[in-house]
């Protein structure tokens, strides 16, 4: 299920806009009719897609969507006049905000947000693995910790702590980071 925030200025844009959404494929449309309704609504951070259509009542909609692109998983869509799409997009694309000019041109929506589930997926896939590598060097460092540990309180030599982690793993049937934590409970104090 695809869920889009919509930050609007009107019932009438957010009728409209939620019939493109609908038809890309967003099955949960939440429409916010001001900025800081928006920042509680987007707070839960269960969007895909957040699309401000600026101006709002309360902003202009930059600085929301900076907001959003820092502080959310979402993908960040701000629609604003023709006049100004070149000086916003210049603003905010190095925040990794996509820029989508008015009137809205219903083949290039879809573009844009094709280009903008492409990225999220993208992004997500990089936090992934930087979440499995953080966890591999955490027990890169319990395993350090606990052959330092056995050097220090058995006396034996860095490869015979590492022999020792990898054998009781093996017979433990356990992670050779499981097998670091006991030995640190037991000779750390």
């Known amino acids: 299920m695809k869920k889009a925030l919509l930050v609007t200025n009107s019932e009438q844009s957010a009728r409209s806009l939620s019939e493109l959404l609908t038809s890309e494929g967003y099955d949960e449309i939440t429409p916010v009719f001001a900025s800081y309704s928006a920042e509680e609504k987007a707070s839960d951070d269960g969007f895909d897609v957040i699309c401000i259509n600026a101006p709002l009542p309360d902003e202009n909609g930059i600085s929301l969507s900076i907001h959003f692109a820092q502080t959310t998983r979402a993908s960040v869509v701000i629609i604003v006049p023709q006049k100004n799409a070149d000086e916003v997009s210049d603003l905010l694309t190095q925040h990794g905000v996509l820029v989508i000019a008015k009137p809205i041109n219903k083949h290039l929506f879809h573009h844009y947000l094709q280009f903008a589930d492409c990225f999220r997926s993208r992004m997500l896939r990089v936090e992934r693995e930087n979440e499995r590598l953080k966890h591999m060097v955490d027990d890169l460092r319990l395993i350090d ?19 020792y982690i990898e054998k009781q793993a093996m017979d433990l049937r356990i992670s050779k980071a499981q097998v670091a934590v006991q030995v640190i409970q037991t000779y750390e104090n």
Do not use: I
């Open 145 to 163: 910790r606990a052959k330092l540990l056995l050097v220090s309180c058995l006396n034996m030599s860095e490869s015979q702590a590492h022999r």
